[in-house]
C-alpha cells in the first residue's frame, strides 16, 4: 500500500486523510499545532465558548455539497438551524433584513428606493434569482474529468452566466453607487470590503434563499474534531507539534519533510495541506514554483485577503431573543482600527453554543486587510498594545449599547484577536483566513492539484479550490487523493 505524508491537519488536511483511506492508501497527517481543525475551532475563555469560525455552512442544503459535509463525518451530533434571516442591517433608525422570501427582501428594498432606484433593486433581486442553484464543482475535480464530464461542467454553468458575467468584474463599492438611496448605498457597502466583488453578496444570498447557507447547532472546533474523529476512527494517524520548515528534493521529487522536531522520508505522495501561500513563499523551493500562483498569490490588491480584528463579548443568556443572530451596524461613529475605517461592523451572537455561566457570546468582526498588518506587528511590541486593543473594544460596546440600550453596562470583554493570532495559529500570510478572493481587476486562474514541477506533490486548501472557504477545504482534501488515485492507476 502506497502512502502519503500530508502536511497540515486542518479540515482539508483531514478530509484528504480520509479519502486517502477509503482509496487503499496509508496516510500520516503532521501538524504544527497541538491540535487539529486549523482555522475551523473555537476555544474556552472564562466559560464562554469564542467561536472562530463557521458563520455561514455554504451547500448545506441539498447541493452536492451537503454529501460532502456528511461523508466527511461533519454533520455527527449537529442539526442545521435553519437561520430567520440571512442578517439584519442597522441604518440610524431603519433596519433591512435580508429574509429568506425574495419577494419580502424586495419589498423592503423598494421601500426605501428612490424613484431611481426602482429598475436597480429589481435587477439586483433578478441576479439573485439567476445565481440560485449555481453548481459547485464537489464530485470530481476537472483536473481528471473526461472531456465529456468537462463540457457537461462547463454546460451546467451557462444558465448563471448571464448574471456572473455581469456582476463578477463589478466592485461592492461600484454596484453601491448604482444607488441614490443612501440605506440602499450603505446596505450594499455593509457587508464585505468594498474593492471586492459584488458577486460575493449576491453569491450569498442566492445560497441562502435556496437553503445552502444555514449553520450547525454545535461550535467550528466540534464541526472539525468531527472530521477528526472520522479520520481516526478509519485508522488514520496524526502528529502534532510537527512544523515543517523544509523540504529536500531527489529528480523533482520529494524526498524528505524536515520540520522543527523530526524528518520524514518514508511516504510515495505529499499533498500540501498547508496554507497555500505560506508554503509558497516560505517551504516550497524557489526553483518549483508555479510562476502563475506565485505571482497570484502574492498579488493582494487584486486577489485580496480577508483578516479581521475580532472582540467576544459575553452578555447574559436572558437577553438573546432580542438580539439579532447576526447584524451589522452602520460605522456611524467612524471606528478606526489599525487605520481602517470600515462602513459598517458585523456582529454575531452565538445563542445556539451554550456557554457553562449562564451566558451568550458575542462577537464583533471588524474587517482587515493586508494593509492593516504592519500596524499589529508593530503596535505587538509597544506597551500600549493592550490598551489599544481594549480601546477599540471599548468603542464597540458603546455601539452595541447605542443600538440595544437594554445591555447598557452589561456587556463584558471575554477575549480579543488581531490578524496576528490568526499568522500564529495558522501560519496565513498577513492573518488572511480568506484569501484569493474576487475584485473586479482579479487575475485568479486555475490552481491545480498536482505540481508542475514537484512529480509527488499535489496540493489541497481551501485556497486552491476557487470557492474557498470550508467548502473549499474539504473538496480539495479529497480532490487531491482522488488525483494522486488517478496517476497512480494511470502509472501501473
Ligand atoms: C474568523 C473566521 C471566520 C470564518 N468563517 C467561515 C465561514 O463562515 N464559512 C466558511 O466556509 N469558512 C469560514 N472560514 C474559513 C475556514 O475556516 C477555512 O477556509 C478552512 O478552515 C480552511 O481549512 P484548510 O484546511 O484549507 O486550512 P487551515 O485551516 O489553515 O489548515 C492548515 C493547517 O496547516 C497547519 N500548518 C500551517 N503551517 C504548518 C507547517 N509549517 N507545518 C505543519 N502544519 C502547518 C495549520 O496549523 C493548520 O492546522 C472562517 C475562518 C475564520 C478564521
Known amino acids: 500500500m502506497k502512502k502519503i505524508l500530508i502536511l497540515g491537519g486542518g479540515l482539508s488536511g483531514l478530509a484528504a486523510g480520509i479519502r486517502a483511506l477509503e482509496l487503499g492508501y496509508i496516510p500520516t497527517i503532521i501538524e504544527k499545532n497541538e491540535y487539529a481543525g486549523g482555522l475551523c475551532t473555537s476555544y474556552v475563555r472564562n466559560g464562554s465558548i469564542n467561536d472562530l469560525c463557521i458563520h455561514y455552512l455554504l451547500g448545506i442544503g441539498n447541493e452536492p455539497m451537503k454529501e460532502i459535509y456528511k ?104 454596484y453601491a453607487n448604482r444607488f441614490k438611496s443612501d440605506i440602499l448605498k450603505s446596505f450594499i457597502l455593509s457587508f464585505m470590503p468594498k474593492s471586492f466583488s459584488i458577486v460575493y453578496l449576491i453569491g450569498l444570498i442566492a445560497k441562502f434563499v435556496t437553503g445552502n447557507a444555514d449553520i450547525l447547532n454545535i461550535s467550528s472546533k466540534d464541526f472539525s474534531y468531527n472530521v477528526l474523529d472520522k479520520y481516526l476512527s478509519l485508522g488514520g494517524k496524526i502528529l502534532y507539534n510537527e512544523e515543517v520548515l523544509k523540504l529536500e528534493y531527489n529528480d523533482n521529487k520529494i524526498s524528505k519533510v524536515i520540520t522543527k522536531n523530526n524528518s520524514f522520508t518514508d511516504f510515495d ?89 449562564n451566558t451568550i457570546t458575542i462577537s464583533a468582526i ?23 486593543k481594549n480601546d477599540k473594544a471599548k468603542e464597540l460596546i458603546l455601539m452595541l449599547e447605542e443600538r440595544f440600550s437594554f445591555l447598557h453596562g452589561l456587556i463584558e470583554i471575554s477575549d480579543i484577536i488581531t490578524p496576528l493570532s490568526f499568522n500564529k495559529w495558522g501560519n496565513v500570510l498577513y492573518g488572511g483566513y480568506l484569501s484569493n478572493l474576487s475584485t473586479k481587476t482579479s487575475t485568479r486562474g486555475i490552481f491545480e492539484v498536482k505540481s508542475s514541477y514537484v512529480s509527488n506533490l499535489y496540493h489541497a486548501g481551501q485556497m486552491v479550490y476557487m470557492i474557498g472557504g470550508i467548502v473549499g477545504a474539504l473538496i480539495n482534501g479529497k480532490f487531491a487523493v482522488e488525483v494522486i488515485d488517478y496517476h497512480n492507476k494511470k502509472s501501473r
Not at 439584519?88 to 431611481?116: G, H
Not at 485580496?304 to 451589522?328: A, G, N, R, T, W
Not at 456611524?332 to 489599525?338: F, G, L, R, T
Request: a neutral charge; proline letters at 3%.
Open 269 to 357: 505522495f505529499v499533498i500540501n495541506a498547508i496554507p497555500l501561500n505560506y508554503f509558497y513563499n516560505n517551504i516550497l523551493d524557489e526553483k518549483y514554483r508555479t510562476d502563475l500562483v506565485y505571482k497570484e498569490i502574492n498579488d493582494l490588491d487584486n486577489n485580496k485577503i480577508l483578516s479581521s480584528f475580532i472582540v467576544f463579548f459575553e452578555v447574559k443568556k436572558e437577553y438573546s431573543h432580542q438580539i439579532p443572530h447576526y447584524f451589522i451596524l452602520n460605522n456611524k461613529n467612524n471606528i478606526d482600527v489599525a487605520g481602517n475605517i470600515n462602513p459598517s461592523i458585523g456582529f454575531r451572537s452565538y445563542d445556539y453554543i451554550h456557554n457553562s455561566d
Open 366 to 388: 471588524v474587517d482587515q486587510d493586508y494593509k492593516n498588518y504592519s500596524f499589529w506587528e508593530e503596535l505587538k511590541y509597544k506597551s500600549t498594545y493592550e490598551q489599544y
Open 71 to 174: 461523508h466527511f463525518g461533519c454533520l455527527n451530533n449537529a442539526s442545521i438551524i435553519k437561520l430567520p434571516y440571512l442578517f439584519r442591517f442597522y441604518y440610524f433608525d431603519k433596519t433591512i433584513t435580508v429574509s429568506r422570501d425574495l419577494n419580502q427582501f424586495k419589498n423592503e428594498l423598494l421601500s426605501y428606493a428612490e424613484i431611481e432606484d426602482i429598475k436597480e433593486v429589481k435587477r439586483f433581486i433578478k441576479y439573485i434569482k439567476n445565481m440560485e442553484y449555481f453548481p459547485m464543482i464537489a464530485k470530481k475535480s476537472t483536473e481528471i474529468m473526461t472531456r465529456f464530464e468537462y463540457i457537461l461542467t462547463g454546460m451546467s454553468y451557462l444558465k448563471h452566466m448571464p448574471s456572473y458575467s455581469k456582476i463578477s468584474r463589478v466592485s461592492i463599492e461600484e
